[in-house]
């Protein structure tokens, strides 16, 4: 067990709706990643949240976004979903830059996202 | 930018065997090197990383070498069990807090 939490498991929609995942990062950690990973494309970078303030951006569509609130949980929320959205959402986090393992994430169990 | 290859899956195996997952990296600067693993349904386990050139990490009796005049980090085990079955990720991440760069992933399947 990672400490990452995730919610939901599992989720399935339609094409067109919106959905929201959440993630809660190990205790005292400051920095929240989220990543997709699909058949087809791998594991892909989305986004980083640092102690509620965007730092990085990577593949993310427009149709997503994501915040990080000041206790520290991140939300990911993907709108006008497409049969394509359908991957599995993975959050990770890392402690507070300068502290020991601030390179080293750890991830959730995931949220299987399919969309219909 | 940034970039990791592995080499491409199934590897089968019997247990008991040798194993190496080979990984190549492209990266400016220094960055530090990363396993992580992925079981059937679950979500990504650190494994072993390096932080420098010449730096070894292990785990579970997995190890891996960071070397830079190769620009490698190939994981090794010297007898896989049935439990290693899985999805293997080499990864590197270019500064201390950045994100990372994944492989495509290798899966290793072991047989009794």
């Known amino acids: 067990d990672s400490g990452v939490t995730q919610t939901p498991k599992h989720l399935i929609t339609a094409t067109g709706q919106r959905v929201t995942l959440r993630c809660s990062p190990r205790?005292?950690?400051?920095?929240v990643y989220w990543y997709q990973q699909s058949l087809d494309q791998g594991l892909q970078f989305l986004i980083q949240y640092y102690n509620g303030e965007e730092r990085a951006k990577g593949n993310i569509l427009e149709r997503f976004s994501a915040q990080q609130f000041p206790d520290l949980h991140s939300e990911l929320n993907l709108s006008s979903l497409e049969l394509g959205d359908s991957a599995l959402y993975f959050c990770?986090?890392?402690?507070?830059?300068?502290?020991?393992?601030?390179?080293?994430?750890?991830f959730g169990p995931g949220t299987r996202l399919t969309v219909l | 930018g940034d970039s990791v290859t592995q080499m491409e899956g199934p590897v089968t195996l019997s247990e008991e065997a040798f194993l190496t997952i080979n990984c190549t990296y492209t990266?400016?600067?220094?960055?530090?090197l990363f396993w992580y693993v992925q079981y059937p349904g679950e979500g990504l386990q650190l494994l072993l990383k390096a932080t420098k050139a010449d730096d070894k990490g292990s785990n579970k009796g997995f190890e891996a070498t960071y070397r830079k005049e190769t620009t490698s980090f190939h994981l090794e085990k010297g007898s896989v069990q049935v439990s290693d079955s899985a999805v293997y990720f080499c990864?590197?991440?270019?500064?201390?807090?950045?994100?990372?760069?994944f492989g495509k992933g290798t899966m290793l399947l072991v047989s009794p």
């Open positions: 990266a400016t600067g220094y960055p530090s």
């Open positions: 990770a986090s890392t402690p507070e830059i300068g502290r020991a393992e601030a390179d080293t994430q750890y």
């Open positions: 205790s005292g950690d400051l920095s």
């Open positions: 990864a590197l991440s270019d500064r201390g807090y950045s994100t990372l760069t």
